[in-house]
Nanobody, 122 residues
Framework: QVQLVESGGGLVHPGGSLRLSCAAS????????MGWYRQAPGKERELVAT???????DYADSVKGRFTISRDNARNTGYLQMNSLKPDDTAVYYC????????????????WGQGTQVTVSS
């Protein structure tokens, strides 16, 4: 069964750091774009960062300069390094990835992880 599993969330003080991981498991024949989203209580889910298969990255303005998205293709894993965390960063963080689950020339399908809670509080 193909799935994405996030880890690394938790409680951190303002100014602190966390590193989230998103591991893809199962029968995978390729990963295209990976991304991180977040949803705070009472708010809509918003894009945080994306990284393409060519390692091109994009960030929400609110996290530029503080967060870094990366990937390890050998491990089928994506990461989100979060520094200088603020209380406004508190949310459930979700990863997604476009996965090829059958050999070429099958298309990519978008999968989502279950989410991991990040709480920034003193």
């Amino acid at each position: 069964q193909v799935q994405l599993v996030e880890s690394g969330g938790g409680l951190v003080h303002p100014g602190g750091s966390l590193r989230l991981s998103c591991a893809a498991s199962g029968s995978i024949f390729g990963i295209n774009t990976m991304g991180w989203y977040r949803q705070a209580p009472g708010k809509e889910r918003e894009l945080v960062a994306t990284i393409t298969s060519a390692d091109s990255t994009d960030y929400a303005d609110s996290v530029k300069g503080r967060f870094t998205i990366s990937r390890d293709n050998a491990r089928n894993t994506g990461y989100l390094q979060m520094n200088s965390l603020k209380p406004d960063d508190t949310a459930v963080y979700y990863c997604n990835a476009d996965l090829r689950i059958r050999p070429r020339p099958s298309p990519f399908y978008r999968y989502w992880g279950q989410g991991t809670q990040v709480t920034v509080s003193s």
